[in-house]
């Protein structure tokens, strides 16, 4: 990984922009009025990709919100990355038919290893799969289902069928601003090869120098931008100004 890029995150629950703490639908909070408008003011500021997620398919199981997304993946010229309640080929396919550059899978690829290999076979890096856990092991259905799978071993399956790409998530971090579960990641870098994106917790820049060493390829931040203790455009500045001079950054 050359440089870890970083992904500003829009949550969607009833066709507007949300976060949740900790995964908890009771305790959303609307953070905007337009979801098109804060995808623009992202691209607008120099983001590489935007992470987009439909809550209310995470808690279904079905794209909800699928309209909007294909808006914003249409009119915007930066990447986008969907997750939330992505189970079928068929929702794949059309996101991806509609300008979707990325589809990340939750639920599904814990309960159906088949179903992955098959979509990574034929959509090969498009395809990204969410990794959410609750004290090291994985949970489905919008977070609302615990299990006993280990997030080291099932990532591992991952990169064996051919994943590319995996986003982390600790659930008891995300929408805290508490900071990321470094340990989490540094083990999980050890033992796989693929891309990591790191997401849930990120605070501030320290958080994201800390995540930098790690030498991953992505973090997702979304309350630390909408809260304004990130500014997403000096992040994305400190990033471009290349590897040498944020050795110089992270040493001053």
């Known amino acids: 990984v050359d440089c870890m890029i970083i992904i500003p995150a829009i949550d969607i629950i009833d066709g507007k922009p949300v976060r949740l703490y900790q995964g908890d639908y009771d305790k959303?909070?609307?953070?905007?009025?337009?979801?098109?408008?804060?995808?623009?003011?992202?691209e607008e500021t120099g983001a590489e990709y935007i992470h987009l997620v439909d809550l209310d398919g995470a808690k279904v199981g079905k794209l909800v919100n699928k309209e909007i997304i294909i808006k914003v993946a249409k009119e915007i010229n930066v990447p986008v990355e969907v997750g939330g309640g992505i189970r079928t080929y068929e929702d794949i396919k059309y996101l991806i038919d509609n300008g979707v550059s990325r589809v990340i899978l939750g639920t599904v690829a814990m309960e159906d290893s088949e179903f992955v290999k098959t979509v990574v076979n034929e959509f090969g890096e498009k395809i990204a799969v969410g990794v959410d856990?609750?004290?090291?092991?994985?949970?489905?259905?919008?977070?609302?289902?615990?299990?006993?799978?280990?997030?080291?071993?099932?990532?591992?399956?991952?990169?064996?069928?051919?994943?590319?790409?995996?986003?982390?998530?600790?659930?008891?971090?995300?929408?805290?601003?508490?900071?990321?579960n470094i340990d989490m990641l540094k083990k999980l870098s050890e033992n796989v090869k693929i891309n990591l994106t790191a997401s849930g917790g990120v605070a501030g820049s320290d958080d994201i120098k800390e995540l930098k060493k790690l030498n991953i390829y992505g973090v997702i931040v979304?309350?630390?931008?909408?809260?304004?203790?990130?500014?997403?455009?000096?992040?994305i500045d400190l990033r471009k100004l290349g590897i040498e001079q944020d050795i110089l950054v992270l040493g001053a």
């Not at 959303?28 to 992202?42: H, Q, Y």
């Not at 615990?146 to 600790?170: A, C, P, Q, W």
Request: net charge positive; glycine share 10%.
């Open 28 to 42: 959303k909070e609307i953070v905007g009025k337009d979801i098109l408008e804060i995808a623009k003011s992202f």
């Open 133 to 180: 856990c609750k004290n090291e092991y994985l949970c489905g259905r919008g977070w609302l289902q615990e299990s006993r799978i280990h997030y080291i071993s099932f990532s591992k399956k991952m990169e064996d069928l051919g994943v590319k790409n995996i986003i982390l998530t600790d659930i008891s971090k995300d929408g805290t601003l508490k900071g990321t």
């Open 222 to 235: 979304g309350k630390a931008i909408y809260s304004g203790y990130i500014n997403l455009k000096e992040a």
